[in-house]
């Protein structure tokens, strides 16, 4: 069993910077793959970039690719989602995923097992 609160959501104004991060408890979390995910009212969850458990591997949205960068500690049993070069259409409600196994459909969020309840990122002047 995992549990993951995130934090780090916020406003920020077009061309900023958020760090997300997603803290997770138990005591195997490096055999976690992780996730972000986003969602947006009346649309479905959007992949943003995921992690092996080694944090050597990691995935990225097209949308997100060059401006976000997803990096984990696991002696912190933490997960990070920098966010650099923030636009509007970047907001959204962020969420924390863990699987016990990344698959190469690491892209679907029914993937996942485990979610957290969400943080909001607002980009807007």
């Known amino acids: 069993q995992v549990q993951l609160v995130e934090s780090g959501g916020g406003l920020v104004q077009p061309g900023g910077s958020l760090r997300l991060s997603c803290a997770a408890s138990?005591?195997?979390?490096?055999?976690?793959?992780m996730a972000w995910f986003r969602q947006t009212p009346g649309k479905e969850r959007e992949f943003v970039a995921a992690?092996?458990?080694?944090?050597?591997?990691?995935y990225y949205a097209d949308s997100v690719k060059g401006r976000f960068t997803i990096s984990r500690d696991n002696a912190k049993n933490t997960v990070y989602l920098q966010t650099n070069s923030l636009k509007p259409e970047d907001t959204a409600v962020y969420y924390c995923?863990?699987?016990?196994?990344?698959?190469?459909?690491?892209?679907?969020?029914?993937?996942?097992?485990?979610w957290g309840q969400g943080t909001q990122v607002t980009v807007s002047s």
């Open positions: 995923a863990a699987t016990s196994y990344i698959s190469r459909s690491y892209y679907y969020a029914n993937e996942y097992g485990y």
């Open positions: 992690i092996r458990g080694s944090g050597t591997i990691t």
């Open positions: 138990g005591r195997t979390f490096s055999s976690y793959g």
